[in-house]
């Protein structure tokens, strides 16, 4: 099939995300991808300046992952999980329980990272039910957070964020305050995140004999806020959930693997949870995986009660091919100095993007880690964006009233460059109507 005749079917037929299919907005035909960028059909090539949303980590078609996949695509591609193990999930098992928080080394795998959410609420509200409580089947999660669009996890997203349309198939969970802006300068301030502790410690206070857990993405609140909040509002957090023998659950699956610097974004808390999510980056961006890991003492409770399974299993549960990119993509972590590459790649988005604060469509600018972001007052149109795109040979994909950059860890100077070339200009551009659809969201 010609290129045309594949982007003409495929505007016809074929759903992208958050997209209509009467009128989507534009595609472009990836014919190949290596390192940090993405070659076009037309043999133009784009900075994945978005990491393939946030999962590809070492860039794109990286040697050493591939040939891990290609080395167990001669032996074992697949096998249910369901009576049989295999040493690439074994061994993967036992590397991410050294990388994980002191304890957390009970590991379940999951084809997805909503997956491993609805994993995570399962494992808590399970883990009550063996300790005879099984009034603890409601969670809690943060106003501003985002963890997936199943239906557990479009529950304990935002509840005013882009889910709002299935309300009524959605459990009706608890939400604390969303945290406000971490203020680097100044260490020590907790006015920024008061609200949200405040408003946990009410809802424990109130209906902690109904809640299983907290859930939260730690430091980085991603795809339905772009938020960077304090650390010591994780640490606060911890302290009320052991009060009130709630578990705590850290979904790291955006933040993880040094997105936000550290290893785990919540590393800069000192605390550790009773669970925690992991994928994306997991793998490199180059299959897909997740895994929930859970303390030895989630673990054996649950093991400990009626059922005394724990009841889900994916079909594609720690498949072969998966857990093989996975730990070579742990190698390339463990080989690299990635928190300096990171640090390299925060100070160069700090300096370039700064200068757009003053812009009048701009709310404002926050960098941590190796994101950037730009949140405007309105997003520009469609073409504007579409323009940018290609005449900087960046690909950017805005959502909601953020302009923002995740790209590759390995991302360099003069790509980097071109990047926050391409975020301003869109930044200067003039602002399009209110969206009313769904085309900028995530």
């Known amino acids: 099939m010609s290129a045309l005749a594949s982007l003409e079917y495929d505007r016809a037929f074929i759903w992208h995300p958050y997209a209509s299919l009467k009128d989507p907005p534009p595609v472009r035909l990836a014919k190949s991808a290596r390192g940090v960028n993405i070659v076009l059909d037309n043999g133009h090539s784009l900075i994945d300046a978005v990491s393939s949303w946030w999962c590809v980590a070492h860039g794109h078609n990286h040697p050493a992952i591939v040939e891990a996949i290609r080395r167990q695509s001669g032996r074992l591609c697949h096998v249910m999980f369901g009576g049989f193990t295999h040493e690439p999930a074994v061994e993967l098992a036992r590397r991410l329980a050294e990388l994980a928080p002191k304890g957390l080394d009970r590991v379940f795998f999951a084809d997805s990272g909503s997956i491993s959410v609805e994993v995570a609420a399962k494992m808590a509200i399970q883990y009550h039910v063996a300790l005879g409580r099984p009034g603890r089947n409601r969670l809690v999660a943060l106003k501003g957070g985002y963890h997936g669009d199943t239906s557990l996890c479009m529950a304990l997203s935002d509840p005013d964020g882009m889910h709002t349309l299935f309300g009524g198939i959605m459990t009706r969970h608890f939400f604390a305050e969303k945290p406000g802006r971490w203020n680097r300068d100044m260490p020590g301030d907790r006015s920024a995140f008061a609200q949200t502790t405040e408003s946990l410690s009410r809802l424990l ?40 023998g709630v578990l ?6 955006a933040a993880g693997f040094h997105r936000t610097g550290p290893l785990w974004a919540h590393l800069r808390s000192g605390i550790s949870p009773d669970i925690m999510t992991v994928g994306k980056a997991l793998t490199g961006g180059h ?37 093989a990119a996975a730990l070579a993509s742990l190698e390339l972590f463990r080989s690299s100095d990635y928190e300096s590459r990171v640090a390299a ?49 960046v690909w950017l994909r805005p959502f909601s009233n953020f302009i923002y950059a995740m790209p590759p860890l390995v991302t360099g100077e003069a790509d980097l460059a071109r990047i926050v070339e391409a975020i301003s200009d869109l930044a200067r551009c003039e602002p399009g109507p209110e969206q009313e659809d769904s085309d900028f969201h995530e």
């Not at 960077?228 to 959930?241: A, G, H, I, S, T």
């Not at 929930?292 to 079909?315: C, D, K, N």
């Not at 960098?367 to 579409?386: F, K, S």
Request: with cysteine.
């Open 205 to 244: 206070d109130e209906h902690g004999r109904e809640i299983a857990a907290v859930v939260c993405e730690p430091v980085f609140q991603a795809a339905n806020a772009m938020n960077f909040y304090d650390p010591e509002c994780l640490v606060e957090m911890r302290k009320l959930c052991d009060e009130h």
């Open 248 to 253: 705590l659950v850290f979904d790291e699956i």
């Open 287 to 323: 299959v897909t995986l997740a895994a929930t890991l859970a303390s030895e003492e989630v673990a054996e409770t649950i093991s400990g009660g009626r059922p005394s399974a724990f009841m889900h299993g994916p079909t594609y549960m720690a498949n072969p091919l998966a857990c």
């Open 345 to 393: 790649i925060e100070r160069q988005l700090r300096e370039g993007l700064a200068p757009l604060a003053g812009l009048p469509n701009v709310r404002g600018v926050r960098v941590l880690g190796a994101a950037g972001v730009v949140e405007v007052e309105r997003m520009p149109v469609r073409a504007d964006v579409d323009r940018v795109i290609d005449e900087h040979g």
